[in-house]
């Protein structure tokens, strides 16, 4: 069993910069691909950003390539999204995943096995 909690949402103006934070319980955090989703009011939940658990080969949406950085701490069972450039299109509520083992679909929310609360962005224009 793992638990997430993510922080360090906020707000922010466009064109500012947060970072994110997941923090993960449990002594096997490294053998985890991490996963970061975002859900704006309305909308369906999507995929931002993953980072394999082997290798830590990073993966992203085409809307924020560029502009957001996942990366991993595996001595401090964190996962972390640095977003730079922000846009009011990145409020949202964001969410952290993991999935043991996998690194396939790592776009694909139902393969992903344990799910943080969530923590809202909000980017004022």
């Known amino acids: 069993q793992v638990q997430l909690v993510e922080s360090g949402g906020g707000l922010v103006q466009t064109g500012g910069s947060l970072r994110l934070s997941c923090a993960a319980s449990g002594r096997t955090f490294s053998s985890y691909t991490m996963g970061w989703f975002r859900q704006s009011p309305g909308k369906e939940r999507e995929f931002v950003a993953a980072?394999?658990?082997?290798?830590?080969?990073?993966f992203y949406a085409d809307s924020v390539k560029g502009r957001f950085t996942i990366f991993r701490d595996n001595a401090k069972n964190t996962v972390y999204l640095q977003m730079n450039s922000l846009k009011p299109e990145d409020t949202a509520v964001y969410f952290c995943?993991?999935?043991?083992?996998?690194?396939?679909?790592?776009?694909?929310?139902?393969?992903?096995?344990?799910w943080g609360q969530g923590t809202q962005l909000t980017v004022s224009s």
């Open positions: 995943a993991a999935k043991y083992r996998r690194t396939d679909a790592v776009t694909v929310q139902s393969s992903y096995d344990y």
């Open positions: 980072i394999s658990w082997i290798g830590s080969i990073a």
